[in-house]
């Protein structure tokens, strides 16, 4: 099996500042990975910077060093035994999907999505319940705001009431990291990951090319200018996203996006 070449990569960060992004992207020809800092809402920092970045840069470093013929529960113990060294278990987290040349397969820690022709979207970009949950509930009370006239579907102010009203969800998620059960999703956050929670995916022989991206793109399309063509009407359609782009937070005053964003399109 040959080396993993990148045919494209882009990564950007929701503000316009690349120095804030949490995400990132490692190519090393063994392996391939993008990687998505979490947001900490609780908006504390790490030596200067926020969790999510530290999460990222943890990951990044570990998966730059993995050995060829390193399997997916190796890669996973790797990646939590590093940032557990670096901070406190549990106070930082990352979602990453890891390519691996030598194996042919996916290992999906997260919901970093990943993509190739053929593949249905819902088995590449999994969301998990708990945001879906938090999303539903957020985009009902901004709903309940627009019908009452105080505020405007025109206009995303600095205010986002339904985000202030689902932080009670959002501020409590982290409890289902890594923990089975109907809530339950899978971080790389210093804790053991459950190894169902974990996702091996074999990649088809036939299949040459493989996106990989962080969840700041709604649709992994098949090349970079599809997915930001894509992205970007649906920011203009629903900058509040509660529709399309519907999600725990909108596009606020002054950023670019409603999310950080990492793109991958490699061949294989």
Same mark, same amino acid.
């Given at each position: 099996?040959?080396?993993?070449?990148?045919?494209?990569?882009?990564?950007?960060?929701?503000?316009?500042?690349?120095? #804030?992004?949490?995400? &990132?992207?490692v190519v090393? #020809?063994?392996?391939? &990975?993008?990687i998505d800092g979490a947001t900490d809402v609780s908006g504390r920092t790490f030596h200067g910077r926020s969790g999510g970045w530290w999460a990222m840069n943890a990951c990044r470093d570990v998966i730059g060093r993995l050995a060829e013929d390193t399997d997916a529960g190796t890669a996973v113990a790797a990646l939590t035994a590093e940032l557990a060294a670096r901070t406190e278990p549990g106070d930082t987290a990352a979602s990453v999907t890891v390519y691996s040349a030598a194996r042919r397969e996916i290992w999906q820690i997260g919901d970093v999505g990943f993509a190739y022709r053929g593949l249905p979207p819902a088995a590449g970009q999994p969301r998990k319940l708990v945001d879906r949950v938090a999303a539903s509930f957020r985009a009902a009370v901004i709903a309940a705001e627009a019908a009452a006239g105080r505020i405007s579907m025109d206009r995303v102010t600095e205010e986002d009431p339904g985000r202030l009203a689902a932080r009670a969800l959002v501020s409590r998620q982290d409890a289902f990291r890594n923990r089975t059960g109907p809530y339950g999703y899978a971080a790389i956050d210093g804790r053991p990951v459950p190894p169902s929670l974990v996702v091996v995916h074999p990649v088809p022989d036939d299949v040459d090319e493989l996106r990989i991206a962080s969840d700041g793109y709604p649709v992994i399309g098949e090349s970079l200018a599809e997915s930001e063509s894509i992205l970007g009407g649906l920011l203009v359609k629903d900058p509040w996203c509660v529709a399309e782009l519907a999600g725990t937070k909108a596009v606020r005053p002054g950023q670019v996006s409603f999310d950080d964003r990492a793109y991958l399109r490699i061949r294989r």
């Open positions: 099996m040959g080396p993993v070449e990148i045919i494209e990569q882009f990564v950007a960060g929701k503000s316009g500042d690349p120095h #804030g992004c949490e995400d &990132a992207i090393t #020809g063994r392996h391939a &990975a993008v």
